[in-house]
């Protein structure tokens, strides 16, 4: 669940915002996610398409709009910061797709993401939200949630509080062909400085080349890469 402020104009328009990321929408699909009135809704989007926030294509659908890029390119991210010094390395040692996901609310989102240069790959662009039901960095970010969004999840994931209190014990998570057929990963979970799990940082590719239990081969550099970012953070 997202934090409210208490400015109510504010929190709608950012629903509005979170709305319109998580799935382009036009005014009847953007009433139904964000639960506003009709006239409320439309005045909001308008209002964020003015200042360049949101976007309209020609079936007047509303899309992530290009002053959200222009104000993130701004952002001073220490997370972010981190990554671009590390993901590249990862990269390199394990020739395959590297990405940073943080939680927001029941999703994951792919704040970083770099990708091996050549060959097949597990292509997951940046901004990208996906659910915590399935893949190794669900579980790494879930296994360190609070118990009540643990309980929520657990319901419709694919895995169980056993796999998760496995991810706390051994301090990595793998998958295969659970986010996707066809793909494997392996992810550890990445600290702030004061202890607390902040994102996951994850190495994905096809199953052939990393097999079904891709952690016997890359989870010791994965769980490097996390403590490296941690250090810089």
Known sequence: MRQHSGIGVLDKAVAVLYAVAEHPSGLNELCAR??????TAHRLAVGLEVHRLLARDSNGTWRPGPALAELATSADDPLLEAASAILPR???????????????????????ALEPPVGLRDTVPIGARLPLTAGSAAKVLLAWADPELQRTILTDAVFGERALAEVRKRGWAQSAAERAAGVASV??????????????????????RMGRRPGARWAADLVAAAEALHKRL
């Open 90 to 112: 990862l990269r390199e040692i394990t020739g395959e797709s590297v990405q940073l996901y943080c939680r927001d609310g029941n999703a994951r989102v792919c704040v970083a």
């Open 187 to 208: 992810s550890a979970p990445v600290r702030d400085a004061g202890g607390t799990v902040v994102a996951a940082v994850s190495v994905s590719g096809p199953i052939d």
């Open 34 to 39: 964000t639960g506003l009135p009709r006239a």
